[in-house]
């Protein structure tokens, strides 16, 4: 992909989030979404089939990066090695508020959370290939599960109580984790 594609696709898809702020996905308009980009509707529909398609490349990049930061020393054992990963975690997450609540937030009919649940449990079953049916469901369920809470309370955490320190909550996300996904 040449330098000009790239830039006009990231220009698209800062413009999106921007706009899925304070807007439904279903909300938005093309011209809108082009007159924040500052480009044409040729211009979009040059890269994109509609809105739908911006959307799901922009949520596509976004959980990518999600894995990256949260598989990243997440086999850390040591006390001290967890609370150094959840830390990173927490500071990926609020240093990448405006998408994350945007996604959160879309109205998309995709459930964004669920995304990135699946995700993660799409590598730990990699990881621990060969499995039964059986311990891929239970880690599919459990992790679900799990991960709707730790999703939570980061969404909590940026929207409501943006005052607590990383360590706080990162504390709370290492223990939910502990609790519920041993694996």
Same mark, same amino acid.
């Given at each position: ?35 924040? $980009? ?7 529909? $040059?890269?994109?089939? =509609?809105? #739908? *398609? ?6 596509? =990049? /976004? ?9 990243? &020393? ?17 500071? /990926?997450?609020?240093? &990448? ?5 945007? /996604?959160?937030?879309?109205? *998309?009919?995709?459930?964004?959370? *669920? ?5 993660? $449990? ?22 679900? #599960? ?8 980061? #969404?909590?955490?940026?929207?409501? #109580? ?20 041993? /694996?």
């Amino acid at each position: 992909m040449d330098i000009r594609t790239q830039y006009t696709k990231k220009i698209l898809k800062e413009s999106l989030i921007k706009l899925l702020e304070k807007q439904k996905l279903h909300e938005i308009t093309i011209k809108e979404l082009c007159g924040t $980009a500052g480009v044409n509707k040729s211009t979009l529909y $040059a890269h994109y089939t =509609d809105i #739908y *398609a911006l959307y799901n490349d922009a949520e596509e =990049d /976004f959980l990518q990066m999600i894995l990256s930061v949260s598989w990243n &020393n997440s086999g850390a054992r040591s006390s001290k090695e967890r609370k150094e990963h959840y830390i990173n975690v927490c500071n /990926f997450y609020k240093e &990448n508020k405006q998408p994350l609540l945007a /996604f959160y937030n879309s109205g *998309a009919n995709d459930n964004f959370v *669920a995304k990135i649940g699946e995700m993660m $449990a799409n590598k730990i079953i990699k990881n621990h290939e060969p499995i039964t049916k059986s311990e891929e469901m239970n880690i599919r369920m459990r992790f679900g #599960y799990s991960n709707q809470g730790y999703m939570y309370v980061i #969404y909590l955490w940026l929207t409501k #109580y943006p005052e607590i320190p990383v360590d706080e909550i990162a504390d709370v996300l290492i223990s939910e984790r502990s609790n519920s996904t041993k /694996f």
